[in-house]
């Protein structure tokens, strides 16, 4: 009778054992390979409204520079946050921001890209710049932007003196130094009625 129980119990651990063997080469292979044993859960952190308080990564405003490219303004959670860049998704479009941090400030960054169109909702991702991995996102949508100031098309600066430093000369009421740089716009004629 022990003849009996010993056959079927030695090749059921001989099963177990080959089963056993075989998942062990499949994650040799695969840890050579350079995947992981086991996937990690990556969190994906919120990036808000700075005014809703959120704490993290959130976003000040949006604006254009003197390029006609929108920039996005960021405040950084921490001062050692990881280099990054932004892909902004709007419609059936995508683009990829480019990001600096702002040395002086360092918890503060700028993101520069093609301008979106106002008034839609956009997706702004964010990815680390070293492994390419999304570390953040949040929808917006872009109601207004900040432009550049630009000058006064045919503005002159008019140097009052010889345009030297002189010492504060005394105001009748006492409280400054008269400025000694005041522009004036030069308009175009018939303006602000054009002929």
């Not at 990881?82 to 892909?87: Q, T």
């Not at 106002?118 to 949040?138: E, M, P, S, Y």
């Not at 400054?176 to 602000?192: D, M």
Request: hydrophobic share 40%; net charge negative.
């Amino acid at each position: 009778m022990e003849r009996k129980h010993l056959i079927p119990l030695l090749g059921t651990a001989g099963l177990v054992l080959l089963i056993l063997s075989a998942m062990m080469i499949a994650a040799v292979v695969q840890f050579v390979r350079g995947g992981e044993l086991t996937p990690t859960p990556v969190k994906v952190n919120d990036v808000t409204l700075c005014d809703l308080g959120g704490g993290g990564l959130c976003v000040i405003s949006f604006g254009a520079d003197n390029l006609n490219q929108m920039v996005i303004n960021f405040h950084l959670p921490r001062r050692k946050y990881p280099a990054f860049y932004a892909r902004v998704d709007f419609g059936e479009s995508s683009e990829v921001y480019s990001c600096q941090v702002v040395k002086e400030v360092p918890t503060s960054a700028y993101c520069t890209g093609p301008r979106t169109p106002l008034g839609g909702a956009i997706v702004i991702k964010i990815f680390r710049a070293d492994n390419d991995a999304l570390i953040a996102q949040g929808e917006f949508v872009v109601a207004a932007i900040m432009l550049p100031t630009l000058p006064i098309p045919g503005a002159t600066v008019e140097v009052v003196g010889d345009g030297t430093p002189s010492p504060p000369e005394e105001t009748p009421s006492g409280t400054g130094t008269p400025p000694r740089f005041r522009p004036t716009p030069t308009l175009p004629p018939g303006y602000p009625n054009p002929p």
